[in-house]
């Protein structure tokens, strides 16, 4: 079981940017799959950016492609969420996952995940 720790969430007007930040306990953290998921009250869970283990390849949710930049920091058993242009409709609580060894067409799929984070609340005022 990996555990992961979600931070950098805030209240920030539209055109603003925030980077999140999401900090796992795996001992082996470049097998692991790290992504982004966000959800707002009454809706499921929707994917939002993704990166596979030991590659650089990222992967977005159309609705954020251009926006949002996902990275990550093996030495710090770190995965980041840069959101640039911030709109009302990004605010949403944002959840980090992990799966080890994810297999690329699982990457966007919520239920592909084991781990996940408590999640950070964005907020993004008109």
């Known amino acids: 079981q990996v555990q992961l720790a979600e931070s950098g969430g805030e209240l920030v007007q539209a055109g603003g940017s925030l980077r999140l930040s999401c900090v796992a306990s795996?001992?082996?953290?470049?097998?692991?799959?790290m992504a982004w998921f966000r959800q707002t009250p009454g809706k499921d869970r929707e994917f939002v950016a993704a990166m596979r283990y030991r590659s650089t390849q990222e992967y977005y949710a159309d609705s954020v492609k251009g926006w949002f930049t996902i990275s990550r920091d093996n030495n710090k058993n770190t995965v980041y969420l840069q959101m640039n242009n911030l709109k009302p409709e990004d605010t949403a609580v944002y959840y980090c996952?992990?799966?080890?060894?994810?297999?690329?067409?699982?990457?966007?799929?919520?239920?592909?995940?084991?781990?996940w984070g408590q999640g950070t609340q964005v907020t993004v005022s008109s």
């Open positions: 795996a001992s082996s953290f470049r097998d692991y799959g």
């Open positions: 996952a992990a799966k080890k060894w994810i297999i690329l067409s699982a990457v966007p799929s919520e239920s592909a995940y084991d781990n």
